[in-house]
């Protein structure tokens, strides 16, 4: 399961249609921009890593605000986009090709702030996302912060939820989809049950598999894995979830830890 999930959405990412896709992505979702706000005061004395950068969406805002800024990501070709994209545009800011599960190339307790959105670390299977969220760990400076996103999986009763359009051609989009996705995903009705799994959810026609988790969960797999302080950020609005963790249906959360 390893290597055939990361096989195959890592091709998926190499895809001259994907790429140009990401690389003309602009703009920061609400809960990103509600991050910046709260860290801006010491971002500019920080080492940033951005991981899965992907086309560059957040390198623009992000590297005028720190001290050094380095994008990396396991795909080649969006590597190539970024470079292209920023070229020799300013000297703090640099992208690299590499896998997030062995980032050998970073030494130890460099990184002021990592981050890992637009949930690219749900593009792996369980065990390789303990090694990322490990490797991360051991990069990250003492008490130094991360923050990503991941999809949750107590959304997963809108995912797999058909509303009627009088739309026609809408309609019948809708019908295909929704058939391929409860085809695909048998046992749709009990996923939003589970703590964690992998569900094709549709992303990219159907080509990427992505890895959901309960937001409880996900918790307590950050604190056995060594990191404290968590917050998490609503999708919606962007605001901090302070109450009823266990209803929210956001299709995925942002969550904001420190390094224990």
Known sequence: MTDTLYSSNKEIFESSNIVNYYSTLEGLQKPEEAIINLLLPDLKDMRMLDIGVGGGRTSRYFSDLVKEYIGIDYSEKMIEACQKRFGEERKNIAFEVCDARMMNIFKNDYFDFILFSFNGIDSVSHDDRIKILTEIKRVLKPSAYFCFSTHNIQSTKNLFRFEVTLNVRTLLSSIKKYIRLITINKQYKELWRKDYTIINDGAHDFK????????????????????KNIQIFSLADGRQIHNNLEKNEDSWLYYLCKKD
């Open 208 to 227: 990427i598999l992505g890895y959901y988790i309960k937001p409880a969960v996900q918790i307590s797999q950050l604190k056995n894995l060594g990191f």
